[in-house]
Each structure stands twice: as structure tokens, then as C-alpha cells.
């Protein structure tokens, strides 16, 4: 059977990696697991990348596709006073978030949903996704148009990837969805874009 981490029920055997990743005055640990993006034993680099480059724009952020928690969880670590929602449809992703939550002393929200089904119409001041590539140019497509209508007036999207692997055309569906798309940063091929709802 063919498993990928963005199926929404894993069949592949459980297999476990601890770690610790540091940024700034932060330190935390986790657990990452087979099944789920990126198994291994240190953040992935375009996890990190978004990481270390974010603003929030107001207190409510969603980690949209949130595989074991890595962005969320340090976000909420680097700005305590932000609500944190993590969702992925993977079940294995969500339940390592939350292992990954409790492990750290960090209260966000878990949910497990295929892309924004389960929200209920809820918006954020900020969306952050390291989104599933491999799962295709449609879920991402979809992924980037719908956060329109789950953002707060001023709030942003923001999505991180390799600029020749698909994110110069993921930027340009940003730039098509919102009517503005920015480099953050840039770093070893890859990109952090975003993109601001405007207001009216």
C-alpha cells in the first residue's frame, strides 16, 4: 500500500526519532515519527527557514499541514502570547503534535481536519504552512486560495518552499489570490512568501 504523509490514516510500521532544536533563547524537544513530514532527527530546513523569519501580524495564527508540530509549537514558544492552531489530516501528525505540545509545556490547539473542513468559518490574524508538495499542485492550489477566506482583514498568509520546486509557482497563485506576494527571505533555494489580505 502506498503511505505518504499526507494520508490521513498511516499503515506504515511506528518508528520514532527524539531530537532537540534550539532557536534564539528557545530549546525544545521532539519527537518525530515515520509517516509523517519530515522524519528525522533535526527540523527540515524550510521548517526552519519559516521559523526564524516570521512576525505575527496579530495573536491568532494557524499551522495549516502541521506534520509533528515543528513550526507551530516553536512559534507559540517564541510568542507566548499567541493563539496556536496546529491541523493536519495525517492522524499520526496530529497525535505527535499534541505528544510534541504536552512534552514542551506548551497549550495550542490540535485538530485533525483536511485543510480548512473542520474550522467552522474560524479566522486568523496569520496562516503558516510548510504545505504538502508531494501531495500535489491541486491541494496546494486549494490550500492557498481557501486561507483567503480564513484570515482576519491585514492578516497573512505565509508559505515556505524550494523557489525551483514549485514555489515560484505557488508565489504566483499567492500574488493571483491576494493581489500582492513578497519574498521574506531567501536561502539555499528555498523561500519564505507571503501574502497579505487587504482590507476592503
Known amino acids: 500500500m502506498n503511505d505518504f504523509y499526507y494520508s490521513e490514516k498511516p499503515q506504515s510500521e511506528v518508528k520514532e526519532k527524539e531530537f532537540v532544536a534550539a532557536w534564539k533563547n528557545k530549546k525544545l524537544t521532539f519527537t518525530s515519527v515515520s509517516g509523517v513530514f519530515s522524519y528525522g532527527t533535526q527540523l527540515d530546513k524550510a521548517s526552519r527557514l519559516l521559523i526564524e523569519n516570521y512576525t505575527p501580524?496579530?495573536?491568532s495564527v494557524l499551522d495549516m499541514g502541521c506534520g509533528y508540530g515543528a513550526i507551530g509549537l516553536f512559534l507559540k514558544a517564541l510568542y507566548p502570547q499567541l493563539s496556536l492552531?496546529?491541523?493536519d489530516i495525517n492522524e499520526r501528525a496530529v497525535a505527535y503534535a499534541s505528544i510534541n505540545a504536552e512534552r514542551n509545556n506548551l497549550w495550542v490547539k490540535v485538530i485533525q481536519s483536511d485543510l480548512y473542513k473542520a474550522?467552522?468559518?474560524t479566522l486568523y490574524h496569520d496562516i503558516v504552512t510548510?504545505?504538502?508538495v508531494a501531495a500535489g499542485k491541486k491541494v496546494v492550489t486549494q490550500l492557498i486560495k481557501q486561507a483567503r477566506e480564513h484570515l482576519q482583514p491585514s492578516g497573512a498568509l505565509w508559505l515556505v518552499a524550494y523557489h525551483n520546486k514549485g514555489g515560484s509557482t505557488f508565489k504566483?497563485?499567492?500574488e493571483e489570490t491576494f493581489g500582492n506576494a513578497e519574498d521574506i527571505e531567501?536561502?539555499?533555494g528555498?523561500?519564505?512568501?507571503?501574502s497579505i489580505l487587504q482590507k476592503g
Open 57 to 59: 501580524s496579530g495573536y
Open 186 to 188: 531567501k536561502q539555499g
Open 85 to 87: 492552531t496546529l491541523v
Open 119 to 121: 474550522l467552522n468559518g
Open 172 to 174: 504566483g497563485i499567492m
Open 130 to 132: 510548510n504545505p504538502p
Open 190 to 194: 528555498i523561500r519564505v512568501y507571503r
